[in-house]
C-alpha cells in the first residue's frame, strides 16, 4: 500500500490531537475533581448519579421535613407540660380545700386562686408556635380555637384534625392534636359513671366517686347504666335504722325486687362507709332476676328519707367547666350544718375526680407526643444514614481519584511529547534532502 505524505501528516495530527483531548480531559478531570463531567464521559454511571441525585433530594426533604416536625411537637409538649403543671397544681389546691378547719373567708381566697389558673388554663388552650400556628385547632389554625362565652363555657371554634408530615418514604407523623382531645373530650366522673347526690338531700350522705370492677359487666347492652339509689329512715325502731333500694331509671323498678320502685323500708339495711354492690346480694335481694352490672360505690354520713344518689354513665366535660365548677363550690362554701357540709364535700369530690380524669388524659396525651417525637428522632437518624451512604455512592460513581489522574496526566503528556517529536522527524523525511 502506497503512503503518502498526506496520510502521513493526518494521522500524526489526529493522534496529536487525541492525545491532547485525552489530557485536556484529565487535567478537566483534576480540576473539577470529578470524573463524570458529562454524561458522553460514561453514560451508565451518568445515570446512575442523576437518580441517586434525586434520591439524594427527597431524602433531603425528609429530613428538613422532620426537623419541622420534630419541633413543632417540642411546641406541643411545652404546652402540655405547662398544663400538666397547672392540674397538678388545681388538684393539690382542690385537696387542701376539703381541709375541714378551712373557712369560707379561705376558701373565697382559694377561689380568686383558681381564677387566674383559669385564664391561664384559656392562655394554654389557645398556645401558638413559631409562626403564629394555634396548636390546638385542628386544620383550621389560623384562628384562635377557644373563646369563653360565658363564666366556665368556652366555645371551640377548631376542628377534629390532626395535621401529618411525610418524614419518610412510608411514614408520616401527626405534628398535633385538637382540642377537643385534649380540652373536651374528658370523661367525667370516674371515667365510667358518675355518682351523684341529689339536689334536694336533706341528710350529711357523701358518695364516693365509685368503681367498676368488671367493665364488660359495665358495658352489658341489658345495663341502663341510669340508677338511683333511694333511702328510708325507719325512726319506729331504736335506734332507727337506714335502708336503700337501687332503681333502674329507664324501667323505673327496683333492681332488689324486680318490682316498681316505692316507699321504704328498703331491703338493704345501709352502713356508713360499706360497698353499695350494683349486683345480686341473696339475701336479702329477692328479685327472680338476678343482676351483676360490675360495679359500686359507697356512701358515707347519714342520709336522711327521701335522699337519693344517681349513678349515671360518664359524659364528656371539658377541663375549663370543670375548673369552674371547683371555683363556684368554693366560693359557695358551706354555711356549716352537716347538709350544707355534705353538699360541699360531695361538690369538692366530683371536681377532683373530674381534674384526676383531665390530667391522666393530658398525661396520655403527653405519652403520645414523646413517642411520635421519638419516631421523628429515628426518622432523622434514618435520614442522616441514608443521606451519607447516597453521598458515598455518588462520589464512587462520578468523583476522580486524584492520584490516578495525575498519574495518567504525566503518561499523557509523555505521550504527547513522543508523538510531537515523532511527528516532527517522520514529517522531514524527503527524497529532495538526498540529492
Known amino acids: 500500500m502506497r503512503v503518502s505524505s498526506s496520510m502521513i501528516y493526518n494521522q500524526g495530527v489526529a493522534g496529536i490531537e487525541q492525545t491532547q483531548q485525552s489530557q485536556a480531559q484529565l487535567q478537566q478531570q483534576i480540576s473539577s475533581g470529578l470524573r463524570v463531567n458529562a454524561p458522553s464521559v460514561d453514560p451508565v454511571a451518568a445515570a446512575a448519579v442523576l437518580n441517586l441525585q434525586q434520591s439524594q433530594s427527597i431524602n433531603t426533604q425528609y429530613t428538613t421535613n422532620a426537623g419541622t416536625a420534630q419541633a413543632q411537637l417540642g411546641f406541643e409538649d411545652n404546652a402540655l407540660s405547662n398544663l400538666t403543671t397547672l392540674l397538678q397544681t388545681v388538684n393539690t389546691q382542690a385537696v387542701s380545700a376539703g381541709n375541714g378547719v378551712m373557712s369560707n373567708s379561705d376558701r373565697t381566697s382559694l377561689a380568686a386562686q383558681l381564677q387566674q389558673s383559669y385564664q391561664q388554663l384559656l392562655s394554654i388552650a389557645n398556645s401558638t408556635d413559631g409562626n403564629g400556628q394555634y396548636?390546638?385547632?385542628?386544620y383550621n389554625a389560623t384562628a384562635a380555637p377557644f373563646n369563653e362565652t360565658a363564666p366556665g363555657s368556652v366555645a371551640y371554634s377548631g376542628d377534629a384534625g390532626q395535621r401529618q408530615v411525610q418524614i419518610g418514604t412510608a411514614s408520616a407523623v401527626t405534628i398535633g392534636d385538637s382540642?377537643?382531645?385534649?380540652?373536651?373530650d374528658i370523661k367525667n366522673g370516674n371515667g365510667s359513671f358518675v355518682a351523684a347526690a341529689g339536689g334536694g338531700n336533706t341528710g350529711s350522705g357523701v358518695i364516693s366517686p365509685g368503681t367498676v370492677t368488671a367493665p364488660a359487666k359495665w358495658n352489658v347492652p341489658g345495663n341502663s347504666q341510669n340508677f338511683s339509689i333511694k333511702f328510708y329512715v325507719d325512726?319506729?325502731?331504736?335506734?332507727?335504722?337506714?335502708?336503700y333500694d337501687i332503681?333502674?331509671?329507664a324501667s323505673?323498678?327496683?333492681?332488689?325486687?324486680?318490682?316498681a320502685a316505692g316507699g321504704g323500708p328498703y331491703l338493704r339495711t345501709y352502713t356508713p362507709g360499706a360497698a353499695i354492690s350494683l349486683a345480686t346480694q341473696s339475701p336479702p335481694d329477692t328479685n327472680p332476676t338476678p343482676f351483676d352490672y360490675g360495679a359500686s360505690v359507697s356512701i358515707s354520713g347519714a342520709p336522711s328519707s327521701g335522699d337519693t344518689f344517681s349513678v349515671n354513665a360518664s359524659?364528656?366535660?371539658?377541663?375549663?367547666?370543670?375548673?369552674?365548677g371547683l371555683i363556684t363550690t368554693l366560693q359557695n362554701g358551706s354555711s356549716g350544718t352537716a347538709t350544707s357540709n355534705a353538699n360541699y364535700q360531695n361538690s369538692l369530690n366530683a371536681a377532683m375526680s373530674n381534674i384526676g380524669n383531665a390530667l391522666n388524659s393530658v398525661l396520655t396525651t403527653r405519652a403520645s407526643v414523646g413517642a411520635r417525637m421519638n419516631q421523628v428522632t429515628a426518622a432523622q437518624t434514618t435520614a442522616q444514614n441514608l443521606g451519607l451512604q447516597y453521598t458515598q455512592n455518588i462520589s464512587g460513581l462520578q468523583d476522580v481519584n486524584i492520584t490516578q489522574a495525575i498519574s495518567s496526566l504525566n503518561q499523557q503528556q509523555i505521550t504527547l511529547q513522543a508523538a510531537e517529536q515523532s511527528f516532527v522527524k517522520i514529517t522531514s523525511l524527503n527524497l529532495f534532502s538526498l540529492l
Do not use: E, M, W, Y
Open 315 to 324: 359524659s364528656n366535660q371539658d377541663i375549663f367547666s370543670t375548673l369552674h
Open 179 to 184: 382540642g377537643n382531645a385534649v380540652f373536651r
Open 247 to 249: 332503681v333502674d331509671n
Open 235 to 243: 325512726n319506729t325502731q331504736t335506734p332507727p335504722v337506714t335502708s
Open 252 to 259: 323505673s323498678k327496683s333492681l332488689l325486687t324486680g318490682a
Open 135 to 138: 396548636l390546638f385547632a385542628g
